[in-house]
């Protein structure tokens, strides 16, 4: 059997904890410990004279190699393109998007740096496997040196409509990279057609009957995979953080009141500033519930280098202040919001103490947050998952109360809903939601993703 070749924008090596790591980094290290295989990758190092090879460490069956950027390559590259051109414009944030041609090139270079960095690790039988939107062009650069392996990407964040997607300068320069891979994979169904969509009305490509989408001269092929969690070992680490200190101070701090829990990284398509201004509206619609519950906000700092990041920061510290400062008293304040990072086990045992978990994103690829509340949860006590319905976790955990983030009014609502609901109808909705993240696991996922694209090439190769 071939080896699997893993590559991200990020490696998370075996001597660095996760914490708040990112869906991404978390389903890598938990799939590909289980089945071997090699992690490439950025380092999270910058130099201005890098290595001209790459450091490598083994643990169990995973390989890992990595790379060093330099400052410039990591701004024009990172800080630019990714993260204030590509990442506002796949979250539909058009009026955010700062484009330069000189961060595009240097995107661009750097892909063509992952590719020559990881030929030289390559052996002629691996299945390559890219991951997400910083490396949109790297299959491109491999075909481009002639690596001839099966080919698989995968888009962890949304793929908006032609509209939006045709704001972008050199577009087809991106997707042309892109199309190089054999299988391409979406979180959603939405974000599959928003692909097909471009295709057939933007490069006037053609998508067959059997799926397969013939497009920049290439036949490939492209489906959903919704990316799920290791349920049963989330499960697990939630019922014994109970004990941990951090879990004890909370519930401490609680006493009788009820936890609303909101884990995040601090980034604006979270919906975080609505969310605060939904538990205000609650508080004026519902007053039976001043006094009864607490949101705790975790927010881990994120991309502190753009300044729309820096701008959300104070506008959740002004909106926090401002509704703290309106609703408190001497024993209590409706919103606790916190900008650190905590570790992955802290943060399960919180979902378990919560009765109340909001994952409420302006738009999101798929959102692991909302899988893990529910995996944290006590079958015989339940709490209650608030979702929005831009959320692509919403097209599998429809038991959940689904939201419109946009409507203050409508998310206030299903907060009071929540805190009053119905033990047993918190159990019927849990078991639910339950049995489709533990059907639709990581492992679930990893399998569907590899095992197309391995038949992908078959059919190619008949």
């Not at 994103?361 to 893990?372: C, I, S, T, Y």
Request: glycine content about 8%; proline content about 5%.
């Amino acid at each position: 059997m071939s080896r699997l070749v893993v590559v991200s924008n990020r490696v998370i090596l075996p001597s660095e904890r996760i914490q708040r790591a990112g869906g991404l980094a978390v389903a890598i290290r938990e799939a590909l410990g289980r089945s071997g295989g090699l992690w490439f990758g950025w380092s999270g190092e910058l130099s201005e004279t890098p290595e001209p090879t790459c450091q490598t460490d083994t643990k169990g069956k995973m390989e890992f190699a990595v790379f060093d950027l330099t400052p410039a390559e990591f701004d024009g590259y990172y800080n630019q393109f990714a993260n204030s051109t590509l990442w506002p414009l796949f979250h539909y944030r058009i009026g955010l998007v700062k484009f330069s041609r000189s961060a595009l090139q240097t995107y661009l270079a750097v892909n063509a740096r992952f590719a020559e960095m990881l030929i030289p690790h390559l052996k002629p039988d691996d299945t390559i496997w890219i991951h997400d939107y910083q490396l949109l062009t790297l299959a491109g650069e491999l075909r481009k040196r002639g690596v001839t392996n099966k080919i698989g990407f995968f888009l962890h964040i949304p793929l908006p409509g032609v509209d939006t997607l045709a704001v972008l300068p050199g577009l087809g320069t991106l997707m042309r990279g892109l199309a190089a891979a054999d299988l391409v994979g979406f979180q959603t169904e939405r974000d599959l057609q928003s692909f097909k969509d471009y295709v057939r009305q933007e490069v006037g490509g053609t998508i067959g009957a059997n799926g397969t989408i013939n497009c920049f001269d290439r036949t490939i092929e492209a489906g959903a995979f919704p990316i799920g969690i290791d349920t049963r070992v989330f499960a697990g680490l939630a019922e014994k953080a109970l004990s941990k200190p951090e879990c004890q101070q909370i519930k401490e701090g609680l006493g009788s009141r009820k936890l609303l829990i909101a884990i995040d990284r601090l980034d604006y398509s979270k919906g975080i500033p609505s969310r605060f201004e939904a538990c205000e509206e609650l508080l004026r619609a519902h007053p039976e519930h001043r006094g009864q519950f607490e949101l705790v906000q975790i927010a881990s700092p994120s991309r502190t280098d753009v300044a729309s990041y820096r701008d959300l920061r104070r506008e959740i510290d002004r909106l926090s202040g401002r509704i703290n400062g309106a609703f408190s008293e001497v024993h209590w304040a409706p919103i606790r919001y916190i900008n650190r990072t905590y570790p992955r086990q802290s943060l399960a045992g919180f979902c378990r103490m919560a009765a109340v978990g909001v994952v409420t994103p302006l738009r999101d690829g798929m959102n692991m947050v909302a899988k893990e509340y529910v995996a944290a949860q006590d079958p015989n006590d339940p709490g209650v998952l608030i979702l929005s319905r831009f959320a692509g976790a919403a097209a599998e955990l429809g038991s959940a109360l689904i939201v419109n983030p946009f409507d203050v009014d409508q998310c206030a609502d299903a907060m009071h809903r929540a805190l009053v609901m119905p033990l047993e109808e918190r159990q019927a909705r849990w078991r639910t939601a339950m049995d489709t993240i533990t059907r639709n696991d990581v492992k679930a996922w990893w399998t569907s993703f590899t095992t197309r694209l391995m038949a992908s090439q078959a059919r190619a190769a008949a």
